[in-house]
């Protein structure tokens, strides 16, 4: 089929996970033609919510931060006009570390933070000041100078003791798959101050709420989004971008794509046999993606009203060592993992834990799934006690799972692994060669979640419309 | 010195998404082209892998117009050099 009106775009967009969702909403509304093509039947990326015997649950993201007054994420929702779309609300304390023989509470009021860590770590009450004064004001040349540093580096110049280290850093580890040791300073520093001292936002009635917002925003702009439809290539003539083809053969044509889906399946299946650029396809075939997630979902037969308070993340920490903890999580030895994250809905009614799991291969999970769930869940009744016979149903996603549903590569949670050493590459395969061709999400970026899919989607949509203006 | 200045050029314009013509030896990163510190690390990453140098902390400060990055780069060739 040729080029008609009805088939005929301004941009493409592949992919309705938040970027994609983000940058069509901004392109639909400066009047461009837009269509967003997913594979999944509703738009959410990780930022998805299913039924199942009549409880609600959150795929995989349930919270979110960054909202505070002057955040990025803040500006562009409310840019966009999703806070008249959904009820955003917030969790006190957001998150909460429960180690061996203390609690750290993190308070949206973050001077009460501050002085409860300052109560367990008396000999270090200074240096927690300087810290939380250097990650709220911290310039551009105090991040550049981190560009080869880790964020265990960083924990270091402020504290001497290794246990307040470790009690900082597990909820950045779970947050972005990757202990301090390993984990770039920029990408540490941007989840502790925009997940963790700025976190614990949800919209109400479950995680899925968003996405459904932006995704109202973007048919409400005129755009379109279809579902249940996989792009199978991108076309390409004389080195510029000029359509894709799905699954079903049917032919959709626009000037621009943008790949809001996996760089490295971009590169290795929607290019085809057309060989964009060898060396970016080389380095793709070198890079580590990040770490992925195993997740227990349960039904509650009550309310939950125990401790840990509903809606807090809280993060368990059964040893000290988050090195040691990540060598357990690459291991897949799950018997005695180290360290979990456990979070009861606001509504009460659900319940929702993951770890790190790395992906091996899907025969794996297939063989394995069942055996870690109950693992993973005596660990967590460990730390819980009782919560078995509050549990009416519960339902596990193995990285299998997750690659199934987001088709991010081998499940992947954060994109690429972010540490120092991938830093030059992730950064150097973001930009195609191609005219027409952007990519954009968290495959593209050094940021993480929501606030730095947020971003990395405005700034695409930013790129595109100023090229527009400019042509 | 010409060759420096086209390489940032292009690297600045990439990162920033500003274009080539746009960008002139005066022009300063973060108030001209919005560049913010994710930007800036991307910027000075790919300087330090395009001319093969290395940005030490306390040239950090002096990379954040193109005038500076120019003269920086310029000054760490020679020393590479010599």
Redesign the interface.
Known sequence: MGNTESNTYDVIVIGAGISGLICGCYLSKAGKKVLIIEQHDRPGGYFTSFRRKGFLFDAAAHSFGNYREGGHVRKILTDLGVPELARIKRCNPSDMVIAPECIVTYWNDVPSTIAGLSNIFPHEEKNIVNFFKFISS????D???L?DKTFDFLLRQFFIDSRLRSVLALPVFGNGGLPPSRLQA?SGIKIFSEFIVDGGYYTEGGIQALPNALANIVKHNGGAIVYKKRVEKIIIQNGAVTGVELTNREKLHGRIVVSACDMRQTYTMLFGDHVVDDEVTKQLNTMTPSLSTFILYMGLREPFKETPKAGVNSWYLTDWDLDATYSRVERCDFSDVGAFMFRVSPDQKTALAFIGAPYYSRSFWKENKRKTADEFFARIEHSIPGLREQVAYIEAASPATLERYTLNYQGAAFGWAKSPSQ??AI??CK?SRLQGLLFTGHWT???FGLPGTC?SGY?TA??IL?KEI?R | MEDVEQGIRAIVAEVSGADEQEITIETKFAEDLEVDSIKAIEITVAIEKKFKVSVRDEDVPNIMTMRQAVELVTRLLKQKKA
């Open positions: 911290a310039g551009i040349s991040f550049v100078k560009k920029f830093m030059s950064m150097a930009s970026s050094i940021g971003y700034e930013r790129r100023k400019t």
